[in-house]
Antibody, heavy 120, light 111 residues
């Protein structure tokens, strides 16, 4: 059974930092590109960032470029999202999602999400 | 504002068919077959329902089908059932940024 389990969400003040983790099991982690997709309260989905299976390719939405960093630890089967200079508009549920092959064709599996609230 | 345009809501009665549209441009839906659709029940994670415009993953009911015409992709659900009531999101590769864009989501109500 494929499982993606996010952790690390919480309440943070504007300008603060937070690191999300996504533990993956049930798939060959290195064969999958991984992404973070977020959903603000009552809104649609927004793709945030992706990393290739090898970790050599990293991609970011303009809204987070320069503030967020995606990484993966293949030995630990874990995906990360380091978020800094957080803004109120970054408040959302953050989902990790896996894609066999390239990240930009489909998202095969999704985690249950981690809530990040940016507020003073 | 989302890059892809979906209707905010659609509705249908059990047994009927409905279609949800997703309109983009020649930089995304029009020129590429990387359109996918996701079903999301309240408080739950999205689930892949259609990829590559019209392909269904293993385990997804054949009541769900996808198509594309010009810059608009469509998701059709036939034989509506109560459990189909959910939000549906379209997604596409875009050559403008080389990245991925989603639609704003459509709430399906089964009357």
């Amino acid at each position: 059974e494929v499982q993606l389990l996010e952790s690390g969400g919480g309440l943070v003040q504007p300008g603060g930092s937070l690191r999300l983790s996504c533990a993956v099991s049930g798939i060959t982690f290195s064969s999958y590109a991984m992404s973070w997709v977020r959903q603000a309260p009552g809104k649609g989905l927004e793709w945030v960032s992706a990393i290739s299976g090898s970790g050599g390719g990293r991609y970011y939405a303009d809204s987070v470029k320069g503030r967020f960093t995606i990484s993966r630890d293949i030995a630990k089967n874990t995906l990360y999202l380091q978020m800094s200079s957080l803004r109120v508009e970054d408040t959302a549920v953050y989902y990790c999602a896996s894609s066999l092959g390239s990240y930009n064709k489909k998202f095969d599996y999704w985690g249950q999400g981690a809530l990040v609230t940016v507020s003073s | 504002q989302s890059a892809l345009t979906q209707p905010a809501s659609v509705s249908g009665s059990p047994g009927q068919s409905i279609t949800i549209s997703c309109t983009g441009t020649s930089s995304d839906i029009g020129d590429y077959n990387y359109v996918s659709w996701y079903q999301q029940h309240p408080g739950k994670a999205p689930k892949l329902m259609i990829f590559g415009v019209s392909n269904r993953p293993s385990g997804v009911s054949n009541r769900f089908s996808g198509s594309k015409s010009g810059n608009t992709a469509s998701l059709t659900i036939s034989g509506l059932q109560a459990e189909d009531e959910a939000d549906y999101h379209c997604c596409s590769y875009t050559s403008i940024s080389g990245l991925v864009v989603f639609g704003g989501g459509t709430k399906l109500t089964v009357l």
